[in-house]
């Protein structure tokens, strides 16, 4: 398998469920990330791993929560999310983080908070 | 804060015309990428840009640079139903080098 994976593809969770999007890169990168996918809106930057470390988290609420157990994997906890959370959340890498940014896509996960 | 501006937001033509979508930005980007996203999947890479005044092609699309590198326009000739999709501009910015994204283009392509 190549590229970047993510699961589930789907999610519907209440508000007071625990979930986690999973992500996984098969390309050899060192940065991966999280954006959020909106209507109406940009694509907003959540995360940033790079080599492992988190070197960029854009104000999101602490109901988010990311882990990066390795290079290849990226993970996100959900937690007592709200509805206006339902949105598409992207998983991307690329090679290098701030100089090599040609961003990488996963399929995404469409996550329905009700 | 940087931000891409992306016009028309939204685009029906039927096949075997022409378009041209832009992106502008009043902040200077040290390059810009194109991405296509189709409804269910994350967006793909089409092209990156780097030096102003750059152009480039890839089959039926030619994408420029501005000479100031603050803005981007993408051209598809002879538009064909499968070039249906989400084209997204994102450009290299910041003090950290991530990438900003516009809201894209939305365009439909009708046999």
């Known amino acids: 398998e190549t590229g970047v994976t993510q699961t589930p593809r789907h999610l519907v969770m209440g508000m007071t469920n625990k979930k986690s999007l999973k992500c996984e890169q098969h390309?050899?990168?060192?940065?991966m990330y999280w954006y959020k996918q909106s209507a109406k809106k940009p694509l907003e930057l959540m995360f940033v791993y790079s080599l492992e470390e988190r070197v960029e988290n854009n104000s999101v609420p602490s109901r988010f929560s990311p882990e990066c157990p390795n290079s290849s994997h990226l993970f996100l906890h959900l937690h007592t999310l709200q509805p206006e959370d339902s949105a598409l959340y992207l998983c991307a890498s690329s090679q290098e983080w701030g100089r090599r940014t040609e961003a990488f896509f996963g399929q995404g996960t469409r996550l329905t908070v009700v | 804060t940087q931000l891409l501006e992306q016009s028309p937001q939204f685009l029906s033509i039927q096949e075997g015309e022409n378009l041209t979508v832009y992106c502008n930005s009043s902040s200077v980007f040290s390059s810009l990428q194109w991405y296509r996203q189709e409804p269910g999947e994350g967006p793909v890479l089409l092209v990156t840009v780097v030096t102003g005044g750059e152009v480039k092609k890839l089959k039926r699309l030619t994408f420029q640079f501005g000479d100031a590198r603050k803005d981007s326009s993408l051209h598809i000739t002879a538009a064909q139903p499968g070039d249906t999709g989400l084209y997204l501009c994102?450009?290299?910015?910041?003090?950290?080098?991530?990438?900003?994204f516009g809201k894209g283009t939305k365009l439909s392509v009708k046999p």
């Open positions: 994102a450009g290299v910015g910041g003090s950290q080098g991530n990438l900003i």
């Open positions: 390309l050899g990168h060192n940065a």
